[in-house]
């Protein structure tokens, strides 16, 4: 009865077993319904929105996003941070080709990142079953990847500086050379993806949504593998999400070499550091999100990680270099301590829904019994899985809380910019939409996939984002 009642935690307030009346079976053939219903390629999708969303919102968005990353560095170096000088001296200026000392750099990170994460070695962990029930495994070793290189950085930054006199900020003063190689390197990448999923997939989980330009945009595959080398864990984690720290100490230092200790430039390095260092502690956890269960290797998440996270996720330590600001102590540690309260919550969060579901619902969270729902669904082999959804700690308190602190975290560390610009908030609103527009999708994917098991979680816990309002 126990494992009943925590299998559908509403059932002693609804004697009929669902919140909303159905029956666990009920529940579970509605969780097959929804899935065969709201197949996007279904036919109840009209042509116009079918067009939109696979092809024309593609190509927009392939056209646009180059020019976005361009434009954030173009505002940052050439217009002081201004967006309202950017039209006239964009049309005067000129962005510099790649010279070979950038394209240089960039290959031999490339092939440094490889190498560690061929070499280094990490405790077999295995991701979220797929659709098609594929069990991908992964090497968790992204910490210890992390941590070699930077402290391979500093290493060869002190070599450099001392015994040949040059410094890596070369890597600041040409941001547009490094820009331009990734934009012209990675479509050609996910051509090699295109072409890959096509000719040699790597599993099951994938194929042609009849499209060319959308299989393009959102890829083939979902866990493609060249070499041995997973591709997603390398763009995501190995390129993007380490170039982003190693870009913040660039910065930083040439923050440095022009005007010595700033405090507002210390804020916004430490912080991003923190979080960086956050995010390979939990590299594991990431293999359960959004981006490796559903993204595809595709135009969106490669050329994303590659190009988009340099450009604009490293964009307030941009702007900073030219922009130092005296904070003084107290504003200093206030920031400081609210970024790493911020920090904390949103991993603890996510950490939360961890351990729940590794111990089989045997925890505490926040000193108790965790409130859970054993939510079943289907494979599209037809077989049954079952999964665990926390409806108590900060998961009971919305749906998608977590990303609060995430958004505030990305406040704090640009605020040391003050207000003179909108240039330095850029990432804060582009990650305000893009989560707001995530906990829709999350809730459509989950919707689909867990069916009315779904909306007892709802009825649990209604709110979506802002606890008792939104
Ligand atoms: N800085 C950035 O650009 C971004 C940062 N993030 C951060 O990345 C982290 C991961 O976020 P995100 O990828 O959005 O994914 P989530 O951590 O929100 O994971 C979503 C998945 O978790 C499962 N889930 C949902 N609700 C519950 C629940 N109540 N209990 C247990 N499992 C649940 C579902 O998967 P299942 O199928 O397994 O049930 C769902 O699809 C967060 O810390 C977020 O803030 C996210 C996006 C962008
Ligand atoms: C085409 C562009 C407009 C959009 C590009 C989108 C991707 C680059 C990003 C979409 C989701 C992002 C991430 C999700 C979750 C993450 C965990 C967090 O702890 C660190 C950041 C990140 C890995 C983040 C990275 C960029 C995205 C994949």
Request: a positive charge; proline letters at 5%; charged letters at 15%.
């Amino acid at each position: 009865m126990t494992a009943r009642l925590a299998a559908f935690p509403a059932m002693d307030r609804h004697k009929n077993g669902c919140s909303n009346g159905a029956t666990p079976d009920e529940c579970l053939s509605s969780a097959r319904q929804s899935q065969r219903d709201e197949n996007p390629h279904s036919s109840k999708m009209t042509v116009l929105r079918r067009f939109a969303h696979s092809t024309l919102s593609p190509v927009l968005l392939m056209l646009s996003t180059p020019n976005w990353v361009m434009l954030v560095w173009f505002t940052a170096f050439r217009c002081d941070g201004s967006y309202a000088c950017v039209g006239q001296l964009f049309r005067e200026s000129q962005v510099n080709a790649p010279t070979p000392l950038i394209v240089f750099t960039l290959a031999g990170y490339v092939v440094f990142a490889l190498t560690v994460m061929r070499i280094l070695p990490g405790k077999t962990v295995y991701g979220p079953v797929t659709p098609k029930g594929h069990v991908p495994v992964y090497k968790d070793n992204g910490f210890a990847c992390f941590v070699t290189t930077m402290v391979t950085f500093w290493l060869l930054t002190f070599v450099l500086k001392t015994f040949f006199a040059v410094s890596p900020t070369y890597i600041f003063d040409k941001f547009d050379e490094v820009l331009v190689t990734l934009n012209i390197f990675s479509p050609i990448f996910c051509v090699f993806l295109y072409l890959k999923g096509r000719l040699a997939p790597s599993c099951t989980d994938g194929g042609s949504s009849g499209n060319i330009i959308f299989d393009y945009f959102w890829g083939m595959e979902l866990y493609p593998r060249v070499l041995g080398f997973d591709v997603k864990v390398f763009t995501n984690c190995r390129f993007g999400m380490t170039v982003w720290p190693l870009l913040v100490c660039v910065f930083a230092l040439k923050s440095y070499e022009l005007y010595g200790f700033v405090d507002s430039m210390f804020v916004t390095t430490t912080l991003q550091l923190v979080y960086c260092t956050k995010f390979f502690w939990w590299e594991a956890g990431y293999m359960n999100t959004i981006d490796i269960m559903m993204d595809r290797a595709g135009y969106y998440i490669c050329w994303g990680c590659l190009v988009f996270v340099p450009g604009v996720y490293a964009s307030v330590s941009l702007y900073m270099v030219n922009h130092p600001v005296h904070l003084g102590l107290p504003l200093t540690t206030f920031l400081l301590a609210l970024g790493v309260l911020s920090i904390y919550i949103n991993y603890d969060a996510d950490k939360q829904k961890l351990q729940v579901r590794s111990s089989d619902g045997r925890c505490l969270v926040w000193g108790r019994k965790p409130s859970i729902i054993r939510a079943k669904y289907v494979l599209d082999s037809g077989e049954t899985r079952e999964s665990i959804l926390l409806a108590s700690g900060w998961w009971g308190l919305s749906r998608h809380f977590h990303y609060i602190p995430e958004i505030l975290l990305a406040f704090f560390w640009s605020v040391p910019a003050l207000f003179h610009d909108v240039m330095p908030y850029t990432y804060v609103i582009y990650l305000t939409t893009l989560l707001i527009h995530r906990s829709f999708r999350d809730e459509t994917k989950c919707s689909r996939k867990y069916g009315c098991f779904w909306k007892q979680y709802r009825d649990l816990v209604p709110h979506k984002l802002f606890p008792f309002i939104f």
